[in-house]
Structures are given as C-alpha cells and as structure tokens.
C-alpha cells in the first residue's frame, strides 16, 4: 500500500533560533569544539580570545589531520551524523550537532577552514543572518575579506588542521560598550574558559598540548591523585547492557593537610560546595563535574565537601545514560542506581568522619584550657603531644602529690616524649574503623570511677557541684558517654 504523507521541513530561521538557545555556556561550547579537534587526532590546539569591540573574535586552531571539501561540508550540516553512526575510539562527538549548535550559542558567524593531507584548504561560512533573511540554509563557501585575513594569519605555515572562527559574537555585537569594563568581561570569560579546560580534559593533557592564549592549559585533579592522605574506595565494575561502568570513591584530605594555595586550587572553579559528588567520565573526556545524579536523599552539603567519585562510562551506554547534546548532563540508569546509591553513601560518611574528626583535633588544638588531656600542637614544622597541665585530674595529681613531684613531672614527661606514633601509624586503618574506644577493654565501672575523681578535682579547685557536672559533661569520652554528670 502506498503511504500518503507531506515532507514537513522545517522552518530555517525558526531552527536556528531553536539551536541557538539549547544552553550552552560559553566553556561547554569550547569544550565541545576542542571534541572535534581530538577526534581529528590533534596534536596542537590552540584557543584565541581577542577583544576588538563589536569585530572581537574567538578562534580554535588544531594540527589534525583536517578535512577535504565534502567532509567539510557534511561537519557544517547540522545532524549529518546522528548518533547511531559508528565512530573511532578518539571521536568524542554523538549527535553531530557539537560544532553547530555550539557556534551558533555564542555567535552569529561561525567560519570552518580545514586542509586535510593534501594541502588544499577548504572554507565554509554559516551567516545566521543570510540564513534568517533567505529562509534557507545557505552555507557560504570562502569567508568575507576580514576573516579571511584572519584566517591567513591563524593559519601561519600550518600545512593541515582546522581552524574555526566565532565573529558576530552574541552580547559583544554591538557598539554601545563600555570598552573597558566589556573587555575585562570578555577576558574573564576567557580565564574560565581556561579553568573548564583544564577540568575537562585533564585526562587528555599528558599527551596533549592544549593552550588558551599562547600559555598550556593546567590540568584539574578533583582526586587530588598522589597525594599520600586521600583515602580511596577499591575499584568497582558494574555490568551493564553488555559493557561495564567503572567506579571509584575519594575521600579527600581535610584544609589542615594542605596548604593555602593547594586548599584553594582543589576547590576546583566551582568552588568545594558545587564540585563534591559525582564525576562521570566518557571516552576519558569528563562530561559532569560535581553532581550527585539527583540520587534519592543525597543534596550538596558541607560536610561532605571532601567526597568525590569517579564514573567512567563507555561511549556505548550514551543512550543509557541519557547523555545530551552539549555533553553536560546525565542521568544514571535505572539498574545502577542503587550501587551508585551504595558507593556514595559510602564515600559521604567517611568524608563527614574526616571533616568531624579534625574538627576535634582543631577544638583539641583551640578549645577550652581544662577539657582535653592531650594537646595537639604544631611548632616549627613538627607535631607535638603534651598532656595538658591544666586538666584538672592532672592537677589535682600535681597540687596532692608534692613529695613526689619530681616522680610525677619524670612520668608526665615520659609519657610525652614516647607517644608511639609510628606504631599507631602502622596500625592504624585510614577509614577510621579502627579508632580506640575510650572504656571499651576495661572493667565495668571504671569510667564511673574515672569521673567522680576528675569531678571531685573540679570541686577541690573551686567550682561549684553544677559547674563541675557541666565542665565534666564538655569533657571527651564523658560528653558521649551518660552519667551523673549529665543529670
């Protein structure tokens, strides 16, 4: 039977509006453009922001291995390779859509000169508003004569590659700027740039020369790999439509591991709060930075501003994952979620023991005079452990034991100076687990013991029966442990 039907084309102006607003930022849109140029097998990419007021422009130049006339013509039509075309294991691309709506986000010229091995270049022009005026989609072919200029320059004596150029850039086009405060606004956006950069290819950037500016792109850890103090989850492989999705948690070292400068860089450009969570990784490219994947009950929190976990995902899974066009969103598979769900529970409960556990070393170090026993201090580079003088149980030993003072002192000081660190380091497990239990291993009793001679020490030295309960109840293991001295 024949099927009757009406070919329903699109309008031009009304798609290009359409393309134009998909939400892009600026950084994914580049991010999407340097995809194309690791496909291509680049070598050498470079990104050029620079400000001539409503004629700024923005460039991407690569040393791949470029494209001929019809392979140029087919990378400018938007959709010509959907995303069940089979692709190289260096292609980063899906929809092939990335170089066109990522353009036409950020600008209303986007020109494309490419040489394959041949030598010959080849230049195309989509103009959104030829393509608006004529209601067709007229790519133009060669550049207007100001680009092509620009193009000869970029080009240098590079014998193949392509260059991509933004002109017409959207909020730059027109000539009631302040020059100033818009160039500075237009570099900042550079800078971030730089810093997505960095995060999104970090993986990439060992064998790549990746520059903004004329200066190499600095790669972005969120693991903070090498780094003695990060605690790490094993490896974990979850099957998956026939592939597998590879998984591993970090716990990352607390401010007082690191220093000033290190701290602040390992917030990441978003700063701590916005990068915890997951990391999702496609083809080594990271494609979500900091998100918990709207896992049930799990929203950004500080307390666990040291948890981060690493997903990589094969490019076969994008539909499973519900990777989008700009390659900055995904949703977990319903099958994995409840692993996903596990390992982050995980890593978020030893990231928020981390963050509590220094925030008693921080109160040891800083808080009341007569609450801990041991002080934890830093001087001149080394840690020290001293019992404090000022507890009152030590006092109360010190101030009834006269005749033997010099004995006692001898005991205080001993027990200082051997504190067994490096049995303890040895021993000890980096999850915590292991942590001694005060009044675990001794007689039933004891604690209690414990308490009414360090509460009658309070009394001896002047406070009164409340204040005394109150100073013991402050007073670690006795404020997690019930007692008379919480009545």
């Known amino acids: 039977m024949t099927e ?5 084309a699109p309008d031009a102006a009304g798609m290009v509006a359409s393309l134009s607003s998909l939400g892009y930022s600026l950084e994914a849109a580049i991010a999407d453009l340097v995809d194309n140029s690791i496909a291509a097998e680049a070598n050498q990419i470079d990104v ?15 040393d791949g291995r470029g494209m001929t006339r019809s392979e140029l013509v ?6 010509a390779r959907g995303p069940y075309t089979e692709r190289t294991l260096k292609d980063l691309g899906r929809f092939g859509m990335g170089l066109k709506t990522a353009s036409f986000s950020q600008a209303r010229q986007l020109t494309v000169a490419s040489s394959g091995e041949d030598g010959h270049w080849t230049v195309r022009t989509w103009d959104l508003d030829t393509v608006e005026t004529t209601g067709e989609w007229r790519l133009l072919h ?3 004569p100001e680009t092509t200029v620009l193009i000869e320059r970029l080009r240098g004596q590079q014998s193949h590659g392509t260059i991509v150029i933004w002109r017409r850039l959207n909020g730059y086009d027109t000539n009631e700027l302040d020059d100033e405060k818009t160039s ?8 971030r740039v730089g810093q997505h950069l960095g995060m999104v290819f970090a993986r990439f950037l060992g064998s790549l020369a990746l520059n903004l500016q004329g200066e190499a792109v600095q790669s972005w850890d969120p ?25 591993r948690g970090f716990v990352l070292p607390h401010a007082q591991k690191l220093s000033p400068a290190a701290y602040d860089a390992a917030g990441g450009p978003n700063g701590w709060l916005n990068q915890q969570g997951f990391y999702v990784y496609r083809r080594q490219r990271l494609i979500l930075a900091g998100d918990w994947l709207s896992l049930r009950g799990m929203r950004r929190e500080e307390k666990y501003n040291l948890a981060r976990i690493s997903v990589d995902i094969p490019a076969e899974l994008d539909s499973e994952w519900s990777v ?5 969103k995904v949703v977990p598979p319903i099958a994995l979620r409840r692993h996903l769900e596990r390992i982050a529970k995980r890593v978020r409960d030893q990231a928020a023991e981390v963050l509590r556990h220094r925030g008693q070393i921080t109160a040891r170090t800083h808080g009341a005079s007569h609450v801990y026993m041991w002080r934890v201090e830093r001087h001149d580079g080394r840690i020290r452990c001293k019992i404090n003088r000022n507890h009152p149980l030590v006092k109360e030993v010190l101030r009834t034991s006269e005749s033997r003072s010099p004995v006692v002192t001898a005991l205080i000081v001993m027990l200082e100076e051997t504190v067994p660190v490096e049995a303890l380091r040895v021993m000890h497990e980096t999850d915590t687990a292991d942590d001694p239990e005060p009044f675990r291993d001794v007689s039933k009793g004891v604690e209690n013991q414990v308490a009414q001679m360090i509460y009658e020490s309070l009394l001896n030295q002047g ?8 100073s013991l109840g402050e007073m670690p293991p006795f404020n997690q442990i019930d007692g008379f001295w919480h009545q």
């Open 142 to 144: 060669g550049a207007d």
């Open 48 to 62: 050029a922001f620079t400000w001539e007021g409503e004629r700024s422009w923005v460039a991407i130049v690569d």
């Open 74 to 79: 087919t990378a400018m039509t938007p959709a």
């Open 324 to 328: 989008d066009v700009r390659k900055s």
């Open 4 to 8: 009757n039907f009406e070919i329903a």
């Open 184 to 191: 500075q606004q237009f570099y900042d956006g550079a800078r």
């Open 463 to 470: 406070r009164t029966p409340a204040q005394a309960r109150q």
């Open 223 to 247: 693991f903070l790999g090498g780094h003695q103090s990060v605690q790490s989850t094993p490896l974990e492989e979850l099957p998956l439509g026939g592939n597998r999705v590879t998984v």
